[in-house]
């Protein structure tokens, strides 16, 4: 069992950056493969950015360039670094985590998900 515990979200003015966290409960954190998807209002969640227990990393077309994940096994931690941000950022952000050692884009894949931080990005 894995618990995922997100933070770093608020609000932020268009250009803006912000990190979001992810701290992972359990001693195999470094076996999962580690992902942001997001959640606007009214729309599907998506996926930001994944990465795998090897050190694969996937972007989304609108996180790229703008967007960086990154984790740290050492502190159990996955991080998604945000830059230029705009107010289609808006949204809540979930970390997730899959037992599998590559990532998926599929939200069907994640075996856990943290509760969300909200991002919200003012004109």
């Known amino acids: 069992q894995v618990q995922l515990v997100e933070s770093g979200g608020g609000l932020v003015q268009a250009g803006g950056s912000l990190r979001l966290s992810c701290a992972a409960s359990g001693r195999t954190f470094s076996s999962y493969a580690m992902a942001w998807f997001r959640q606007a209002p009214g729309k599907e969640r998506e996926l930001v950015a994944a990465?795998?227990?090897?050190?694969?990393?996937y972007s989304a077309d609108f996180a790229r360039g703008r967007f960086s994940i990154s984790r740290d096994n050492a502190k159990n931690t996955v991080y998604l670094q945000m830059n230029g941000l705009n107010p289609e950022d808006t949204a809540v952000y979930y970390c997730?985590?899959?037992?599998?050692?590559?990532?998926?884009?599929?939200?069907?894949?994640?075996?856990?998900w943290g509760q969300g931080t909200q991002v919200t990005v003012s004109s």
């Open positions: 997730a985590a899959s037992i599998s050692t590559y990532y998926s884009r599929a939200l069907k894949d994640y075996d856990y």
């Open positions: 990465l795998s227990r090897g050190g694969s990393r």
